[in-house]
């Protein structure tokens, strides 16, 4: 059993696997946290500390051994299982998701993808056929996928999500701009795109901000240096 | 000139944002920490010392002024004024963000979106019209947009964010999986899908372990409530 690891840990872990996917790849057998940390531009101890919550990975003197670092976090990320995956909306974002290879390769098996418009239905995407709606719940009942993916109006999102989740769907990925009330037991995860952009606005603003000040400062020490020079 | 915000306080700020937004809609006037934390799902506690960083947008027994403060945390957020944005990659995920009613409503106005696919060329998302790549850097220049949306492959992530913030890009909205190392004053937001994915995974891997531990207990608590009854 593992000890409960922090939120903030969970959060990096995916982006330590994507960078130790990389290095597999250039075949990089070992790493010391040193290197690893100048490439993800995180500090060493954060990685010695993130890495310990799982045990032992690393040794000294001799730093990560790649492969076996890459595979652990994969089994803590639950990559080691293949997960099915059916997406609810085939509009763009929809077909966006069912098209993104790169879920495929991390063991993210999309089986089907369902929408109401019937001039979709029928319609290849990544790789599958659109179902009709009507479907989806002898499908969720049948086929017992873990993942439905939320790619609808959200004024059907919380409808639909009680919905497959009283078929037995375990987890919802949801991409509706909306706050899903679920049972305790069911995995939500957000994917808020009006959020993320607003965060970018913030930052844009702050870093205006941040110039501004700068450049007023720099005006002033201009100011101040040509007075003091007038004055000699 | 505003006292330093920490991340976790601005990543909250939507989220506020659209509840206030949603109250507005209803037409309330007003709220209570308490009624808003029930409705977010937060502590009481926890909005109060959000919000202050704002200083006072509440005020005892009355609670916060709901246009007041949506008005307040759409100016923190920058949404006061109109980003433009540019969409580079017209596939599935580039269309679907920019066939996004939400975002022009908040003041992100989608102004173009390029592609290097011919076929794809002159066709229409989101209202405007997919120009060719090679009509990029005049675009930037000329029109000057603030923020590019990058929905390419990864293996041209690097040259084109490269490329559009030395022709004046403040902000690269990044949905491509890989790290874009830009210099300092360049905003970036990442949507990293995979990562999401695996957040998701992970959560249902703890989710699983945590509902076979209570069952263990379960079990062993029946097995030691029969080994009781027995010895009676």
Redesign the interface.
């Known amino acids: 059993?593992?000890k409960a690891i922090s939120t903030a840990v969970?959060?990096r872990?995916?982006?330590y696997?994507?960078y130790l996917g990389e290095l597999r790849k250039q075949e990089v057998v070992r790493i010391s946290s040193k290197e690893l940390s100048e490439r993800?531009?995180v500090t060493a101890s954060q990685i010695r500390q993130d890495l310990n919550n799982f045990g032992g990975f690393g040794q000294q003197g001799y730093g990560y051994n790649v492969e076996h670092l890459y595979t652990e976090i994969g089994k803590?990320?639950?990559?080691d299982?293949e997960?099915k995956v059916v997406i609810i909306g085939a509009?763009?974002?929809g077909?966006?998701?069912a098209?993104?290879g790169?879920?495929a390769r991390?063991?993210?098996a999309i089986k089907a993808v369902f929408d109401i418009k019937q001039e979709l239905i029928g319609k290849e995407a990544g790789g599958v056929k659109i179902r009709s709606m009507s479907g989806l719940k002898e499908y969720v009942l049948k086929q017992k996928p873990?993942?439905a993916a939320l790619t609808i109006p959200k004024e059907h999102a919380a409808q639909v999500a009680n919905d497959v989740v009283s078929w037995g769907i375990?987890?919802i990925?949801n991409f509706t701009?909306t706050?899903l009330r679920l049972p305790k037991?069911v995995?939500v995860?957000n994917?808020?795109?009006?959020?993320?952009?607003?965060?970018?606005?913030?930052?844009?603003?702050a870093?205006q901000?941040k110039?501004e000040?700068e450049l007023g400062k720099q005006i002033a020490a201009e100011a101040c240096m040509e007075s003091a020079a007038t004055e000699e």
Chains 1, 2 share one sequence.
């Not at 803590?76 to 990559?79: E, T, Y």
Request: aromatic share 10%.
């Open positions: 059993m593992q969970i959060k872990l995916p982006r696997y994507r993800m531009n803590i990320l639950g990559l299982q997960h509009g763009n974002l077909q966006a998701i098209n993104y790169d879920f991390r063991g993210f873990e993942i375990k987890a990925w701009p706050e037991d995995v995860e994917v808020h795109l009006t959020e993320s952009l607003m965060r970018l606005s913030y930052n844009i603003r870093a901000e110039k000040q």
